[in-house]
């Protein structure tokens, strides 16, 4: 709601808009003044100012302001005359108002009368008293000035105002008490905050309309820039090149990005944003002033700002950059609606663009690494050592890592691919990843991506299986790495962009992986004694029995001085392999066991001969598979299952 008082009294529209320089030099920018005849003027203006209410006026003026000239007193030279009374203030206020009145209508009386000379002298000796206390309320008042309170104080005056600037068409000043009232219900610094924002304002009018608008805003631009290049300067942010950010380590420039976090926080939440609240209020008068103060206040701090980002893009691309980069490209997303509201006026769009600009490169640069982590995965060296008894290589690790973080950002992702176009050999198979009912779905790009990455490492990993020697290895190797990427997934916010019907998918390959291990690794053991098992009609001879019991000893500690080494990390997968290793196994066994032990002969060192375990021990020896064992238990162990520790703590229980 626009506020009574100087602005109705200095832009009066019953009156000629009259523009009076600071030498008392008039123009008419109305078209009525223009058409109105010299003998009519001056008859109406006497009606307005007869003599004696001209002196009357004139004469106040001058005592008032001729009071707090420095120049002439040494009172006025070290008291504020702000500071020392409000309402005092405020009349000064008004006495120069009526002044500028006074000088418009002289101006066209006769522009070389000793009252419009005595008038312009006044005038400059009240300019430069409004000057030094524009100037003393800036510098004084720094700390209720700082962007944090005069944010917050905009807030409370929305329900709270300050009179301090309010005057009323008739001269009516406000109070010293009505001021107290009015701010009781704010804090002591919001009140000092709104208090010297209203003051700021009216003597800020009060010298644009008397013509000292350079001199007004060369104060303000000259304090209010020094507290937000310190800001700037104080949260870490500092001029660099390219070639200093490319020189410096990567961990000193990730401690900068850091700061720059930290600083587009604060500086989007109070600084820019208090210094944007304090420029419309204090200049609310020119939309001009304005705009340029906060634009030459602001631009080469926020310039400096947004344009870090677009520098660390352009640095060496590796994938350890990627977070913090999109660390950057999230601040400046998430503050874009701020960044458009406070930079909002034309000449400030070069901040806007740069800000622009920023995101740009920073989503370049994601691409970019993207691109290159599917270039890294695809070289890794075939030649590397595999991971010892089957289990999750190293490159499993690595990869799933880095996508699951990747996935945090899935937001900010979506947004970066959201034009992003498949290249002429990008090739998902359906039976992988079925993109066909993924129109609908949010992040349709990004989903494709990380899948393709995940089909690359898969296929990587078919290559590393042929490493080991023992087939039955190869495919324990390639469900333990599965098993880790499905964990990952479904751990992770991946579970999102790929969906559950791909992790039940991957689950039962991971099944087939196991079931074929299964079947090479310990098939030979099965197979032998589900034949004998299912020849239930021919009687066996002891004979035939002891050879059974050989064949299955041999059989069985040779799967097992095989498989001793292997790894299942993943503990749900490892129980289901044990489950059905000893469903096929032992259950087996144990049958046979039971039908033939006493053929072998009636002596227990006979039987013991041939029958060297006792189904228990059996699923004893499965029960300790999977864990692995260190090179040098591996190097020590004999070939049969007795020597191993749990089996000797066992055989004595």
């Known amino acids: 709601m626009p506020r009574k008082g100087m602005r109705s009294i200095c832009f009066n529209p019953k009156t000629p808009s009259l523009s009076i320089s600071r030498y008392g030099t008039a123009t008419s920018s109305s078209p009525s003044s223009q058409r109105t005849t010299p003998a009519s003027t001056p008859t109406r203006r006497q009606s307005l100012f007869p003599d004696s209410m001209m002196d009357q006026m004139i004469e106040s003026a001058a005592v008032l302001i001729m009071k707090w000239d420095p120049e002439s007193s040494s009172y006025a030279k070290v008291t504020s005359l702000f500071y020392e009374s409000k309402v005092e203030a405020q009349q000064f206020i008004h006495c120069v108002n009526d002044l500028q009145k006074a000088m418009h209508f002289l101006v066209t009386e006769d522009s070389s009368s000793e009252k419009l000379i005595l008038c312009q002298s006044l005038m400059q000796v009240a300019m430069k008293r409004l000057q030094k206390e524009f100037y003393q309320i800036l510098s004084m008042n720094r700390a209720y000035l700082d962007p ?36 009781d219900s704010i804090s002591e610094v919001e009140q000092v905050s709104s208090v010297a924002m209203d003051e700021l304002k009216s003597i800020a009018e009060c010298m644009i309309s008397a013509g000292y608008a350079k001199e007004c805003i060369s104060i303000y631009k000259v304090i209010r820039k020094s507290i937000i290049d310190e800001g700037i300067y104080r949260m870490g942010v500092e001029k660099l090149s390219s070639s200093q950010i490319n020189k410096t380590d990567w961990d000193v420039i990730e401690m900068r990005i850091k700061n720059w976090l930290d600083a587009v926080k604060i500086s989007m939440r109070t600084l820019f944003n208090g210094e944007r609240i304090l420029c419309d209020h204090v200049f609310s008068a020119s939309d001009s002033i304005r705009e340029s103060c906060f634009l030459d206040i602001s631009k080469e701090g926020a310039l400096l700002l947004f344009g ?58 994601v ?16 030649k590397s050592v595999p991971a010892q008894g089957g289990g999750v290589h190293r490159l499993t690790i690595y990869v799933m890592n880095y996508l699951s973080l990747l996935a945090d950002y899935s937001n900010i992702l979506i947004d970066i691919f959201r034009d992003w176009t498949r290249p002429t050999n990008f090739s998902i198979p359906e039976s992988f990843f079925d993109s066909s009912d993924s129109e609908d779905s949010p992040a349709p ?12 490492l898969l296929c990587k990993l078919d290559g590393k299986a042929k490493q080991y020697n023992d087939v039955s290895l190869r495919y324990l190797f390639l469900a333990n790495n599965l098993q880790h990427v499905i964990v990952k997934v479904r751990t992770s916010n991946l579970q999102y962009l790929l969906g559950e019907e791909w ?16 079947e090479l690794g310990w098939g030979h053991v099965i197979t032998a004694l589900k034949e004998t098992n299912n020849n239930q009609t021919a009687v066996m001879t002891p004979g035939e029995a002891k050879t059974v019991f050989r064949n299955f000893n041999s059989s069985f500690e040779e799967a097992y001085r095989k ?53 228990e021990d059996v699923a004893n020896y499965l029960s300790d598979l999977f864990f692995g064992v260190s090179e040098s238990e591996s190097s020590s162990a004999s070939s049969s299952p007795s020597s191993s520790p749990r089996w000797r703590h066992w055989r004595i229980l």
């Not at 994938?319 to 000449?347: C, G, T």
């Not at 691409?367 to 075939?382: G, N, R």
């Open 148 to 183: 944090e309170s005069v944010s917050t104080t905009r807030s409370s005056r929305a329900s709270t105002r300050s009179s301090t600037s309010d005057y009323d068409d008739d001269g009516g000043a406000t109070t010293d008490d009505e001021i107290r009232v009015a701010s």
């Open 503 to 518: 992790a039940s998918k991957q689950e039962t390959i991971v099944k087939q992986f196991a079931e074929t291990y299964e």
């Open 445 to 456: 790009a990004m989903s494709l991506r990380v899948a393709w990455l995940i089909l690359v």
């Open 563 to 615: 498989q001793r080494a292997s790894v299942v990390p993943n503990q749900k997968l490892r129980d289901e392999i044990k489950v059905s290793l000893a469903r096929k196994v032992v259950s087996s066994y144990k049958e046979f066991y039971e039908t033939h032990r006493s053929r072998v002969g009636n002596e227990e060192n006979e039987i013991r001969c041939y029958v060297k375990y006792t189904p």
């Open 367 to 382: 691409q970019a690494v993207l691109s290159d982590f599917e270039s890294t995965i695809q070289k890794d060296s075939s």
């Open 308 to 365: 870090f980002p677009e520098l660390v893009a352009k640095s060496k691309k590796t994938p350890e950059k990627m977070f913090r980069i999109l660390d950057m490209y999230n601040s400046i997303f998430e503050n874009w609606p701020e960044i458009e509201a406070i930079f909002s006026y034309e000449s400030t769009a070069v901040v806007r663009t740069q800000a622009f600009n920023s995101l740009v490169k920073l989503a370049e640069f």
